[in-house]
């Protein structure tokens, strides 16, 4: 058996949903599902007046297999989660994880690290404790090749 990215909530392995649809039904549930390898007995039915952005909605969710774009590890897009995305955050309906959990949460990071800095690099005036900020934030993007020029690193070093 593959071993997949565990996710803190779902776990790392296929989550059986004790409900029965045949292949045509899951086929049909969505047009994406013809193409993944998705695990049949993971299937649960989904609220389609709950999505938005549907031309075709999903009428079933279902645990899908996929790889990540990042570190390239398979992990589980489970129904549990698509329904979350499409029913609770209302996310395109034909999104779908290209990241497992772990590569999410750090995209997120970055992102996060790199606002802080932005916002602290346009300020005319910064604290002592914001210049030093932005010099962490600097070296951190810098250590994770987001700042790829060390003349910009050095600097922000000398602020």
């Not at 899908?64 to 774009?69: A, D, G, H, K, L």
């Not at 772990?102 to 606002?115: G, P």
């Not at 604290?127 to 993007?141: D, F, G, I, R, V």
Request: with cysteine; glycine share 2%; proline share 5%.
């Amino acid at each position: 058996m593959t071993k997949y990215v565990s996710h803190p909530l779902y776990g790392s392995e296929p989550i059986p949903s004790g409900n029965s649809y045949t292949k045509q039904e899951i086929d049909n549930a969505h047009w994406r599902y013809k193409s993944v390898r998705c695990f049949p007995e993971t299937a649960i039915p989904a609220a389609t007046e709950k999505q938005s952005y549907s031309v075709y909605p999903r009428q079933l969710y279902i645990d899908i297999e996929e790889n990540c774009v990042d570190c390239h590890k398979p992990f589980i897009f489970f129904a549990k989660e698509q329904q979350y995305w499409f029913e609770q955050l209302k996310f395109w309906i034909d999104a779908h994880a290209i990241k497992c959990f772990d590569c999410r949460k750090k995209s997120r990071a970055i992102k996060q690290l790199q606002i802080r800095y932005a916002n602290l690099i346009i300020k005319e005036y910064r604290t002592p404790e914001e210049t030093q900020l932005l010099k962490s934030s600097a070296q951190q993007l810098f250590d994770l090749g987001v700042i790829n020029k060390v003349n910009k690193l050095n600097a922000i070093r000398k602020m």
